[in-house]
């Protein structure tokens, strides 16, 4: 690896557009952008919350992919401040108790968080054919919860490479969704939702969806 910053060997490899870091305290972000300052020439990452509201935040590259102070956090289980993870190998932490949306990625949190949900793993290709199938429980009910299967729907769908398939990820969440999580989906796709019951606000997202796939489709004709 090598730090584009420092012109030196680095031990980790630099962060790209649309990867999934976790924070030591178990929030989720996406990586939007690499940035370079104009006066320092030091690059920054750009990287956004995957909770409400939603903010945007940039910090150095050495420190996002720096160590965790072991000193301050003796009994934080992560080694790096942010860590790499990858949708089909995120599920919900139930051992963190940092009050954020955390996630534990597959094999690095140790038994503890499986132990307690006592649910089996999943692979990304089984969860997203039982979410594309009509009929998501028949396939995940004795092997995630319901709020596991909307978390893990919601990262999958922001990171679709289509519009087509972002609609079948959404339908096939459509009996998981909650109206926060319908809120959190416009936001983080840029719908602007009107006022409305939820099946209402559903239907809003389903036909901005339609509209973004069928612009995609005449677009690559």
């Known amino acids: 690896m090598y730090n584009i910053e420092k012109g030196e060997k680095m031990e980790r490899k630099k962060p790209t557009s649309g ?5 030591f305290k178990g929030n989720l972000y996406q990586v939007k952008m690499l940035a370079k300052d104009s006066e320092t ?9 995957m909770y409400p509201p939603f903010q945007c935040w940039v910090r150095e590259l050495h ?4 160590t965790v102070d072991g000193e301050k956090y003796p009994g934080c289980c992560q080694k790096y401040r942010f860590e790499r993870v990858e949708p089909g190998e995120l599920t919900v932490c139930e051992c963190d108790d940092s009050g954020g949306n955390a996630v534990e990625e597959k094999g690095l949190a140790g038994d503890s968080c499986q132990a307690k949900t006592g649910k089996k793993e ?6 997203l054919k039982a979410i594309k199938s009509g009929q998501p429980e028949r396939y995940l009910r004795d092997a995630m919860t319901n709020d596991q299967v909307a978390e893990r729907g919601f990262l999958e769908l922001l990171d679709a490479d289509t519009f087509l398939e972002k609609r079948q990820i959404f ?16 936001v983080a796709l840029d719908i602007v939702l009107e ?13 901005c969806l339609e509209a973004f796939e069928h612009y995609e489709g005449g677009r690559l004709r």
Not at 41 to 49: G, K, L, P
Not at 122 to 127: H, L, W
Not at 195 to 207: A, I, K, M, P, T
């Open 19 to 23: 990867e999934f870091y976790r924070h």
């Open 63 to 66: 420190e996002f992919m720096g």
């Open 195 to 207: 006022d409305g019951n939820q099946e209402e606000q559903f239907e809003s997202v389903l036909h």
């Open 122 to 127: 999943i692979s990304r290709e089984v969860f």
């Open 41 to 49: 020439q030091a690059w920054s990452v750009v990287y956004q919350e």
């Open 171 to 186: 339908m096939g969440l459509r009996n998981y969704l909650t109206p926060l999580l319908i809120s959190n989906i416009a």
